[in-house]
């Protein structure tokens, strides 16, 4: 059998459609495929479990910069600030050292109060531009019950569900916890994975993180190590102290180890300088 030729009666003039799990195979029509389905099943799981490997451990894509100091924006999103008067997100260190109490991208007044803030976020979803971030963070705040909303498990997760269709990576890893435990839908541990997957390789660390918990809980602890290693190279600390577990219990090599602390230190030197430590400080130091 070749693979100008279908993969169940053999026929070669005839138009092909490669399998598409694996593009391994090709068929004339669906009754080929249905009939070939018993012998080709288990090829076809290794060959698109491979494939997906592929794209689930590739490089994934740079953090975005902070719009006014254009520097990389940390990789712990509590570093960060999300603007709801305009969506931007900008570092501790420039949210700190802005001097004028307006926004610098849409000239807005700094909301008044938590209630004032909340406004915003909710017109950023209801009346203008269905911003999937401020569907998020509002999924965050009916998760805790704060800024004057109450709690509501089912409204985060409804939240957090709206912001995944929209492309939003932190949407994705909110939905995946919201499934992991069962907060706010029925628990549902395929669901949260792929979630998860999908926050990973849009290039979220904390996704990342929880795939790697996830392949502790089954016991696929060489897997789980290399979602560790790939989050800890790009500052990611809870993941880093799981690689130094790996490598006390021989699951990460020595080498693998020094490369892995080489890279989180530099990208940690990437997103550090003395105005975010400025911010972080002020930051912690409100009550």
Not at 46 to 61: G, N, Q, S, V
Not at 112 to 139: F, Q
């Amino acid at each position: 059998m070749t693979l100008n030729s279908c993969a169940a009666c053999g026929k070669a003039d005839v138009s092909l459609k490669a399998c598409s799990s694996c593009k391994l195979v090709k068929y004339c029509n669906v009754k080929c495929q249905r009939a070939h389905r018993s012998k080709h099943k288990q090829d076809c799981k290794k060959r698109a479990d491979e494939l997906f490997d592929k794209k689930l451990f590739a490089e994934p894509p740079l953090r975005e910069d902070c719009p006014i100091c254009m520097i990389m924006l940390p990789c712990d999103e509590a570093d960060a600030v999300y603007m709801s008067c305009c969506g931007k997100t900008i570092c501790l260190g420039c949210r700190f050292c802005l001097t004028a109490q307006r926004c610098p991208f849409c000239n807005a007044a700094a909301p008044t109060s938590e209630k004032d803030w909340t406004n915003r976020v909710l017109k950023r979803i209801i009346e203008e531009h269905n911003d999937p971030m401020a569907m998020y963070i509002l999924g965050g705040l009916y998760s805790v019950g704060s800024y004057g909303n109450p709690m509501d498990l089912s409204k985060a997760a409804e939240m957090y569900r709206r912001g995944s269709e929209l492309g939003c990576a932190a949407a994705h890893n909110g939905l995946g916890r919201s499934y992991t435990f069962g907060i706010g839908v029925e628990l549902n541990e395929k669901k949260a994975v792929d979630h998860y997957h999908i926050a990973a390789m849009m290039g979220l660390e904390n996704a990342r993180y929880n795939l790697g918990c996830c392949e502790v809980q089954s016991g696929n602890m060489h897997r789980a190590m290399r979602h560790f290693m790939m989050a800890a190279k790009r500052g990611h600390d809870l993941s880093l102290d799981n690689v130094k577990r790996g490598f006390r219990s021989g699951s990460v090599t020595k080498d693998e180890f020094e490369k892995t602390l080489r890279r989180h230190q530099a990208s940690h030197n990437e997103t550090k300088n003395e105005q975010r430590d400025r911010g972080k400080a002020i930051y912690n130091s409100i009550p």
